[in-house]
């Protein structure tokens, strides 16, 4: 049942704490706190190229991930959706590897993506929450998410439980090649430790986050900004305002704001800009800038370092906790969820089952 909540989609976000924690369990030993994950029948370490493949929020976290790949493990990465990626005919190398990522085990399009990949001579992993689903059954490793059954359409802890898994992949594979030293791998190990207490930090922002859902709620169009990590977040936030408020929702790079969307920008159109302390955040902070510059109405999610930076700029913010920016996305991932929560609650939509959607789409 909802336990008390009003939805399962709320339920579900105040679960993450809980089911990250599970997912960590899993793949990070907890007496030694090193990273423990199974053997798989393939050299995941020594391929030669990764091709990840998804659809919707479970692309988002592939999207993730191919920072992560790119940066911690010095692995190439193609990450695309399986409807274009099925039926593209990409050549695929030998020794390359193909990772899926799936809450039900069951959506077509990426379960056909697989197959594709597998007659291509790839060895295939996947990621998924459903256990004895259909793509785990025809991959040759699978990794499960402890995200516990996901009823809301809207998927939220099956999301952050992709993250945990993935980020515990890559910092593995990473260390294998040598691409990252014995340091910074415990550096990591200690940060996605200690994301179960911070999401729960960050859930205590509920009320102010349905307070700015007054104002998310009665606009038009949205747009969702970051950059690095932050740019596929900016994605899932603009999916999951979409699916569940139907109020119109775009993600974009923050730099490539000026190659277009900046256009759109006028005191009508509220910004939701992530900027975790990070590589980027001097970068980040001068799209704000251009942005406030055109009256754009910002809601910045950052931690007090950035909150600082800007909060004259800005019209709204959020503080976060400041963490390793490789476990920012996992952080990040909540309020812009319970930010589509309260805007759809205040909507009066079917939070859910919204129009138009099965949770699991096994239709091409
Ligand atoms: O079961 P899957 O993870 O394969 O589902 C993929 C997408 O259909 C799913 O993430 C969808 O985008 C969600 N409704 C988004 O909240």
């Known amino acids: 049942g909802k336990d008390g909540y009003r939805h399962y989609m709320l339920k579900e976000i105040y679960e993450q704490p809980q089911v990250i924690g599970d997912t960590l369990n899993a793949y990070i030993n907890p007496e030694t706190g090193t990273f423990s994950l199974p053997d798989f029948p393939f050299d995941l370490a020594g391929a030669s190229k990764l091709t990840i493949v998804a659809c919707g929020t479970a692309y988002y976290a592939g999207f993730v991930a191919k920072y992560w790949f790119e940066t911690l493990a010095r692995i190439p990465v193609e990450v695309d959706i399986a409807s274009e990626f099925r039926y593209r005919e990409a050549p695929l190398p030998p020794g390359g590897i193909a990772l899926f990522i799936s809450q039900s085990g069951e959506t077509l399009d990426t379960l056909e993506a697989l197959r594709y990949c597998k007659r291509q001579g790839q060895k295939i992993l996947s990621i998924v929450n459903a256990p004895e689903s259909t793509i785990a059954r025809e991959s040759d490793a699978v990794l499960y998410t402890m995200a516990g059954p996901e009823i809301g359409v809207a998927s939220t802890k099956a999301f952050t439980t992709q993250l945990t898994t993935l980020a515990c992949l890559a910092v593995t594979v990473g260390r294998a090649r040598g691409a990252i030293d014995q340091e910074r791998m415990q550096q990591i190990a200690h940060a996605l430790r200690e994301v179960p207490a911070r999401a729960a930090d960050v859930l205590a922002h509920d009320e102010r986050l349905k307070e700015l859902a007054q104002e998310v709620s009665e606009a038009r169009d949205v747009l969702y900004l970051g950059r690095g990590a932050m740019y596929p977040l900016a994605l899932e936030g603009a999916l999951k305002l979409k699916e569940i408020s139907y109020i119109h929702a775009e993600g974009y790079a923050a730099g490539e704001l000026k190659h277009g969307p900046i ?102």
Request: glycine content about 2%.
């Open 263 to 364: 256009a759109l920008i006028d005191d009508n159109v509220p910004v939701i800009v992530l900027v975790p302390s990070d590589a980027l955040f001097e970068k980040v902070v001068s799209n704000v800038q251009e942005v406030c510059a055109r009256s754009g109405k910002v809601l910045l999610l950052a931690d007090k370092k950035g909150i600082d930076k800007l909060k004259d700029k800005v019209r709204w913010s959020v503080e976060l906790p400041a963490c390793d920016p490789l476990v920012a996305p996992l952080l990040y991932a909540i309020p812009v969820q319970l930010l589509a929560y309260h805007t759809a609650v205040l909507k009066g939509t079917d939070v859910d089952q919204p129009r138009n959607l099965a949770k699991s789409v096994t239709v091409e």
